[in-house]
């Protein structure tokens, strides 16, 4: 039967519903972690951002300069889908993100030479692995909005080939920054794929290019290699795990594991990180070098992702502790590397997934010829791979997508009041500031948070909630009630759910003295006390 081609992308979208489900028809918000409330409000705000980046309507009272948006294609792209609702724009960018990187790598496949159905391995391999679950799962739907890392290869092969003309490296520069602009690891996995693709293609002698780099290129590897083992291995400085510091061993182990699936409860206390390797692209990819002919295209895609998925096997970074464990310049060199490459390490696997599935859907091409049954065993392999090693869509949640009531019964800027956490716990932090701007989604009144990460600026909310907490606990509630007046605060809303019972009620009774009685609301998945000012 022939292969028609309008059935590759409509497979692909079938397998993106069914696999982010329900991100096609949400009831509420997809994503188990704070920050998909985050980039719900990232999506709304997005029409107030182009502008220049500056945000009146958080970090009240002096407004927010946004300098790092996660992701400067999803800004444009809320942007003109701002007519939808934000909820219904998280769920468009999943699932069309899903089915157009898959697609795109299905087309670096066929560059290769890999043919459909077969092809689809490809596809499958690179948009649904395990980096594309956790990147459901913790709320970062644009980090699968990624067709232009598979475009950038396709005609980064082309610029480098016989044939090659000027567009085709224009196109690859221009998909690069696409890229670079979704998401900031993904650039850096194709800033990979560019560099070592460029090194093994682009040099029209490659024979001499082995003479004279072999010894030299072998002695950096040794030479990074041994100083990269040496920080780790002293007294495991700067090897973390969680929050303190671990023995390497203990990592690598955990690594391990989760690179053959995630384990039960990652989503819990893993935070969703999961590396996911599989076990059908793996094996067809090892298969290459017996299977497929002499060629250096695919071998220079196997060579990146083989790289990319050590390099992502890596332990995590921790930049402190590892600038001080070299002291001066070198030390701090090392700190800020760790802390910009090597703090998530496991991201840099998107290399391995995009070049290691083209590879291994040619692989299967091949195979197919002397075995088409076989190969229908192995595509089917790869689909196991992607629904039942890394169980989704059943590991993926819903999150509510309303704000409580009592929020519309006052007007102007609102202060909200969560306890601080015993440590100032960074998880909690991000809880609390997430949800109070997801709220502002539904609410649209001015808050104190900022809700992107400003250098050097503590949380204008923090601070005022601490002033008006301890003022209240210490009878000088009224002060404090001045000091938010003049800074022109409409009202606070305590969250009284997350205090200890007594802390609530202590609070919520000295407020009502000043204030009178609040607006009480149970709706919206919490209990609020709204006090107007």
């Not at 157009?100 to 391999?125: K, T």
């Not at 009620?505 to 607006?519: D, E, K, Q, S, Y």
């Amino acid at each position: 039967m022939r292969w028609r081609r309008g059935w590759t992308p409509l497979i692909l979208l079938a397998l993106a519903i069914a696999w982010s489900w329900p991100a096609a028809w949400p009831q509420g918000l997809p994503g188990r972690w704070p920050d998909a409330l985050g980039t719900a409000w990232f999506i709304d705000a997005s029409p107030r951002l182009l502008s220049g980046l500056d945000d009146p309507l958080t970090g009240h009272p002096a407004g927010a300069h946004y300098g790092r948006p996660d992701s400067f294609v999803l800004l444009a792209v809320s942007a003109l889908l701002s007519w939808l609702p934000p909820v219904r724009v998280y769920g468009l960018v999943t699932v069309l993100g899903l089915t157009a990187s898959a697609w795109a790598a299905e087309r670096l496949a066929a560059e290769l030479g890999a043919r459909p159905p077969w092809s689809l391995l490809a596809g499958v391999g690179f948009a649904f692995c395990g980096l594309s679950s956790t990147a459901l799962i913790e709320g970062y739907p644009y980090q699968v909005l990624d067709p232009w890392m598979p475009l950038m290869v396709i005609f980064w092969l082309r610029a480098l080939g016989p044939e090659a003309r000027l567009r085709d490296g224009l196109l690859a520069a221009l998909f690069f920054a696409l890229t670079l602009l979704s998401s900031a690891w993904l650039g850096l996995s194709a800033g990979m794929v560019l560099g070592i693709t460029g090194l093994w293609l682009g040099v029209p002698r490659a024979r001499t290019l082995r003479g004279w780099a072999v010894g030299p290129g072998t002695a950096a590897i040794v030479a990074v290699a041994a100083v990269y083992a040496g920080l780790f291995l002293h007294a495991g400085a700067g090897v973390r795990e969680g929050g303190g510091v671990a023995p390497i061993a203990a990592q690598m182990r955990t690594i391990l594991v989760q690179s053959a699936g995630p384990p039960l409860g990652v989503d819990v206390r893993g935070h969703g990180h999961n590396h996911g390797i599989g076990a059908a692209v793996p094996v067809l990819a090892v298969l290459s070098p017996v299977v497929l002919s002499r060629g250096r295209r695919w071998r220079a895609l196997l060579a990146v992702g083989l790289l990319s998925m050590l390099a992502s096997l890596c332990p995590r970074i921790d930049p402190d502790a590892l600038a001080t464990t070299v002291p001066g310049l070198p030390g701090a060199l090392w700190g800020a590397l760790a802390g910009s490459l090597l703090r998530f390490p496991a991201r840099l696997g998107w290399a391995w997934a995009l070049c290691g599935s083209a590879v291994a859907a040619l692989v299967l091409t091949t195979l197919a010829r002397r075995s088409p049954r076989g190969a229908a065993w192995m595509l089917a392999a790869v689909l196991v791979d992607a629904f039942v090693v890394q169980r989704m869509p059943m590991r993926q949640a819903e999150t509510l997508a309303t704000a409580p009531s009592a929020y519309g019964a006052h007007e102007g800027p609102v202060l909200d009041v969560f306890p601080d956490s015993p440590g100032d716990d960074p998880q909690w932090r991000l809880w609390t500031t997430n949800l109070s701007c997801f709220y502002q989604v539904r609410h649209h009144r001015p808050i104190a948070d900022h809700c992107l990460f400003v250098a050097g600026a503590e949380s204008p909310r923090v601070t005022r909630q601490r002033m008006l907490v301890d003022a209240a606990l210490s009878g000088r509630v009224a002060t404090a009630i001045e000091a938010l007046r003049a800074e022109r605060f409409g009202s606070v809303v305590l969250h009284l759910d997350h205090f200890p019972q007594a802390d609530g009620a202590r609070l919520r009774a000295a407020l009502t003295r000043v204030l009178g009685p609040p607006v009480e609301s149970r709706d919206g998945g919490e209990y609020v006390a709204a006090f107007g000012l």
